[in-house]
Structures are given as C-alpha cells and as structure tokens.
C-alpha cells in the first residue's frame, strides 16, 4: 500500500514562532488532508489540498503532487495550536494517515 | 450541516456486554467509514460502506459487526470484546469512496473502555 510519512516526530515550539510540517508520500494520490487533532480527540479538517497551495488564517498548506510531498506552515503558533497533526492521503479509495507531528506550543 | 455525530462519547464495557456505537450524517455523502484509533498511534480503518453497502472490512474481527441502515446512520456493533480493543472510535464520511473534492469529514469518536 502507500506509504506516508511525517516529519519531525515532535515539536516544541515558543508561542509566536513559525513552523514547518512535511509530509512524503510514495505514490501519485487524489486526495491529501491536514488534520489537527486536538487533545479531546476531534480530528479537526485544515485542508483538502491535492494540489496547489491554498491560506487560512495564520495556516498554509501547499502540495506538490508531481515530487510526492506537502508543507503545512503554520506562522505566530499559539497554546492553542498545540496537538497532534496527520497528513492523511487517498489513492483510489481508502484514506491512509501519516504517523503525525506532535506539537507543543508553550507560553 | 457539515457535521458527522457519534454517540455516545464514552463507554465502559464488559467483556460480556453487548453495546453499539452510533454514527450520523447530514451532509448527503454516500460512503462512510469507522477507524480505530489507539493511544498515540494514527487511525486505522476497519470498515468502508458505499452508497449502504459494506464495501471493504478490514479483516476486522467479527466481535465487531458494522450495520448502515440507511444513507445517513451508521453503527457499530460490539459484542464480546478484549481488554486490547479499548481505543477511540471514529467514524467518517465522504461524497463517494472514490471521488469528492471536499475529502473526509469526521466525527468527535466514542472512547470505549473493556474492562
């Protein structure tokens, strides 16, 4: 099956900085989403993002499907940010999760 | 509505009970989903229904019996459970197991406790 796979594994982060997540996967995709998943358990949509690169608030997604990868940026982190992220694709018709980025933002 | 609801949020059963966990949707999509999702680890699928009809399992054991009466409930079924299926339930729905251009909405999921 397809691989995904996230990095880093685990963040710490100030609150106000800026981060980077990355995402690979092994094979050409139809679908690529961002999920926060919050300490709750919700599993909180950020992006549907296949291709191209699309803004929301202080995140930005962008997918560069032909090199198999996607960037979540997320700019002025917050306490809230705080979390688990999964980059999760679909290749015909099953969704497979990446292992995630833990995120800690500190005051 | 853009929202898919899962009750109950929490259960604690025995590894005789028999309990089900329930999933709904109003967003008109056509194929729903149940992951499970251990501590720490990314959810896992267990089961596929398109358009009500059970369309990938897993290898899911059958003291889980999925059910989709309709095109907007989903349930699932636990009887018999081991200590280890102690996890969160998600369920998640899409337009089509193979299209949409909105990908997968998922619930809050049902944290179940065996004891």
């Known amino acids: 099956g397809i691989q995904v796979e996230q990095s880093p594994p685990d963040l710490i982060l100030q609150e106000g900085a800026n981060s980077t997540l990355r995402c690979n996967f092994s094979?050409?995709?139809?679908?690529l989403q961002w999920f926060h998943q919050n300490p709750w358990g919700q599993l909180i949509n950020l992006f549907y993002?296949?291709?191209g690169t699309k803004q929301n608030g202080r995140l930005s997604a962008t997918t560069v499907a032909t090199e198999r990868y996607s960037l979540l940026y997320i700019s002025s982190s917050q306490t809230t940010d705080s979390g688990v992220y999964f980059c999760?694709?679909?290749?015909?018709?099953?969704?497979?999760f990446g292992k995630g980025t833990m995120l800690l933002v500190s005051p | 509505d853009t929202e898919v609801t899962q009750t109950p949020k929490h259960l604690v059963m025995g590894m005789t009970n028999k309990k089900s966990l329930k999933c709904e949707q109003h967003?008109?999509?056509?194929?729903m989903y149940w992951y499970k999702q251990k501590a720490k680890k990314p959810p896992e699928l267990m089961f596929v229904?398109?358009?009500?009809?059970?369309?990938i399992n897993e290898s899911v054991p059958s003291r889980f019996s999925p059910e989709c009466p309709n095109s907007s409930l989903l349930n699932l079924h636990l009887h018999a459970l081991q200590p280890e299926d102690s996890a969160l339930y998600l369920c998640?729905?899409?337009?089509?197991?193979?299209?949409?251009?909105?990908?997968?909405?998922f619930g809050s999921g049902t944290r179940l406790t065996v004891v």
């Open positions: 998640a729905s899409s337009q089509d197991r193979r299209k949409g251009t909105h990908g997968y909405t």
């Open positions: 999760a694709v679909r290749r015909y018709s099953t969704l497979t």
């Open positions: 993002i296949p291709s």
């Open positions: 229904y398109s358009y009500e009809k059970l369309s």
């Open positions: 967003m008109g999509h056509r194929a």
């Open positions: 094979d050409s995709v139809n679908n």
